[in-house]
């Protein structure tokens, strides 16, 4: 298996545009975790799904962030209006049972 | 949800020491995972610990579950330069995998 794609590597983009981030996981799992990474915060769970269905998503900060996982090889993570505040390190990830597998992350940066 | 505290944030060793880092909880957790970034890289799974007082080896890191399963340690022997990264350590309950802020090894070669 390839892991857990992501698109794009990099996005570089301006406030107020809408920002999509992609991620296709590992065929068979049926988790899949968005985390945000920045030097302050740290690693910050936003949303997860299990068999496509969002369980939690407390930890998305505001209206301007919705997820969607349509199918079990594909979630986006949409942003809309961006906000300069919103750079950071986006991580996908997915697992079966219990060890999660990261993508390369998108790394957004909002002018 | 459970949480899980990483102090200090950042350490630095001189390459052929030994380095102890810790990850600690006020309440009693169910699972304790430990994970690797490398700079510019993203997070790698270690190790997983489950039961009271478990201990794992892999080559040069040991890894430990506390007693009271509220806190891990994970030590490295003999640090070299491979081994600089941010090392995590992540809990969850029901599937909610929540990370520590992490400890940034440096190593002086």
């Known amino acids: 298996d390839a892991g857990v794609i992501q698109s794009p590597r990099h996005e570089v983009t301006e406030m107020g545009q809408e920002v999509t981030l992609r991620c296709k996981p590992i065929?068979?799992?049926?988790?899949l975790f968005w985390y945000r990474q920045t030097m302050m915060r740290g690693l910050e769970l936003l949303i997860y799904?299990?068999?496509?269905?969002?369980?939690?998503d407390s930890g998305m900060p505001e209206d301007r962030f919705s997820a969607k996982m349509p199918n079990a090889s594909f979630s986006t993570l949409k942003i809309q209006p961006s906000e300069p505040r919103d750079s950071a390190v986006y991580f996908c990830?997915?697992?079966?049972?219990?060890?999660?597998?990261f993508g390369e992350g998108s790394r957004l940066t909002v002018l | 949800g459970q949480q899980v505290m990483q102090i200090p944030q950042y350490q630095h060793v001189q390459e052929g020491e030994d380095f102890t880092t810790y990850c600690n909880s006020s309440t009693t957790l169910s699972n304790i995972q430990w994970y690797k970034q490398r700079p510019g890289g993203h997070p790698v799974f270690l190790i997983q610990?489950?039961?009271?007082?478990e201990v794992k080896k892999q080559k040069r890191l040991t890894f430990q579950f506390g007693e009271a399963k509220k806190n891990s340690s994970l030590h490295i022997t003999a640090t070299q330069t491979t081994d600089v990264g941010t090392y995590f350590c992540c809990t969850g309950a029901n599937s909610k995998l929540t990370f520590g802020k992490g400890i940034t090894l440096s190593v002086r070669p």
């Open positions: 799904f299990n068999n496509n269905v969002p369980i939690d």
């Open positions: 065929s068979g799992h049926d988790y």
């Open positions: 610990l489950v039961k009271s007082g």
């Open positions: 990830a997915s697992t079966y049972h219990g060890e999660l597998f």
